[in-house]
C-alpha cells in the first residue's frame, strides 16, 4: 500500500486534490517515482498523480491533513 496524492482539475483549486493509499505495481511505483514534483498524468481520466501525501494544497502548513514534524 502506498501513500498517493492526487488532481483532478485545477491545481490552485484545493476542492481538486485528495490523498488515497493504493496498492501499486512494481511498474507502477517505478512510473510515479520517475515523476517526481511533476506527478504522472492518467490518461484515461486526464488526473495527476503524485508519490506521497506532501504535495499540492497538502503541502501547506495549516492545511487540511497537515502534520508538523516535532
Same mark, same amino acid.
Given at each position: 500500500?502506498?501513500?498517493?496524492?492526487?488532481?483532478? +482539475?485545477?491545481?490552485?483549486?484545493?476542492?481538486?486534490? /485528495?490523498?488515497?493509499?493504493?496498492?501499486?505495481?512494481? *511498474?507502477?511505483? &517505478?512510473?510515479?517515482?520517475?515523476?517526481?514534483?511533476? +506527478?504522472?498524468?492518467?490518461?484515461?481520466?486526464?488526473? /495527476?498523480?503524485?508519490?506521497?501525501?506532501?504535495?499540492? *494544497?497538502?503541502? &501547506?502548513?495549516?492545511?487540511?491533513?497537515?502534520?508538523?514534524?516535532?
Amino acid at each position: 500500500m502506498w501513500a498517493m496524492t492526487a488532481c483532478n +482539475g485545477d491545481p490552485t483549486d484545493t476542492a481538486s486534490w /485528495r490523498r488515497e493509499i493504493l496498492p501499486l505495481c512494481i *511498474r507502477c511505483d &517505478a512510473l510515479i517515482t520517475q515523476a517526481g514534483d511533476e +506527478g504522472r498524468l492518467l490518461k484515461a481520466t486526464g488526473e /495527476r498523480w503524485f508519490g506521497g501525501h506532501t504535495v499540492g *494544497r497538502f503541502e &501547506a502548513k495549516g492545511a487540511p491533513g497537515y502534520h508538523a514534524e516535532d
